[in-house]
């Protein structure tokens, strides 16, 4: 509500400027201030604020989460600098330590881990000999 008043009293006042500075050509402030009025409606017909283009800012905030995902607590090997930095796979992570100023590189490792029932070779037999009663019942 705020923005709206501001809004208008700057068309009003530079309606009043427009219409005092034309005065003389036009007869008179008062149709001077409504042809200002005029104008910048017209002004703003031709000229509109652009909208924020929708898919770059859903882009922009799909890569800050993922950013945001690979964000970690990094340390310098010297022990008396830690930050909040993002970290990739396939990528060199190269850092500057700002307070002994050598520079480090933090290596990602990882290994996959089964989370479903480990193979049994108990189960597999078990389970080949519950199939062989059942083709004996044939
Ligand atoms: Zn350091």
């Known amino acids: 509500m705020k923005q709206f008043w501001l809004a208008i009293s700057i068309t009003i006042l530079l309606a ?9 050509f036009i007869g008179g402030i008062g149709k001077g201030f409504i042809a200002g009025i005029i104008l910048q409606f017209i002004a703003f017909m031709i ?4 909208k924020p283009d929708e898919s770059l800012e859903i882009a922009e905030s799909t ?4 950013v945001d995902l690979q ?5 310098c090997p010297c022990g008396k600098n830690s930050f909040y930095e993002p970290i990739f796979i ?17 290596d990602i490792t990882h290994e996959s881990i089964l ?5 049994s070779l108990v189960n597999v037999f078990n389970n080949l000999k519950d199939k062989e009663k059942g083709l004996d019942s044939y």
């Open 47 to 50: 000229y509109r604020p652009a």
């Open 63 to 66: 890569l800050d989460s993922i």
């Open 115 to 119: 989370l479903t029932e480990p193979v």
């Open 90 to 106: 396939n990528k060199d992570n190269n850092f500057t330590c700002n307070v002994c100023g050598s520079k480090f590189r933090v």
């Open 71 to 75: 964000t970690t607590l990094i340390e």
């Open 16 to 24: 009043l400027g427009f219409g005092y500075v034309v005065q003389e």
